[in-house]
Nanobody, 118 residues
Framework: QVQLVESGGGLVQPGGSLRLSCAAS????????MGWYRQAPGEERELVAS???????NYADSVKGRFTISRDNYQKTVSLQMNSLKPEDTAVYYC????????????WGQGTQVTVSS
């Protein structure tokens, strides 16, 4: 069984920073793409950033230059450093990973709330 456990959400003022982390556990052979998605109330879930096993990154236009995704393949973790946060970044953030055990499946964390408000 594979689990993704997120941490690091919370309340922050506009212009502030937060760091989200996600740790994968279970009978994992290999982790391919890892990423972060977010979903605001009444909105579709959207990709925020992703990172390949080789370190290639992809960002939503709305977060480029403010957010940085990174991963540790040995520790099986992915992080999202969020700077210059804006109220429109408020959402539930979900960790996502494509993980190979006996087959490749897509797994999700439980979500962590990020609220940007003064």
């Amino acid at each position: 069984q594979v689990q993704l456990v997120e941490s690091g959400g919370g309340l922050v003022q506009p212009g502030g920073s937060l760091r989200l982390s996600c740790a994968a556990s279970g009978s994992i052979v290999r982790i391919n793409l890892m990423g972060w998605y977010r979903q605001a109330p009444g909105e579709e879930r959207e990709l925020v950033a992703s990172i390949s096993s080789g370190g290639d990154t992809n960002y939503a236009d709305s977060v480029k230059g403010r957010f940085t995704i990174s991963r540790d393949n040995y520790q099986k973790t992915v992080s999202l450093q969020m700077n210059s946060l804006k109220p429109e970044d408020t959402a539930v953030y979900y960790c996502n990973a494509q993980i190979f055990i006996a087959y490749t499946g897509t797994y999700w964390g439980q979500g962590t709330q990020v609220t940007v408000s003064s």
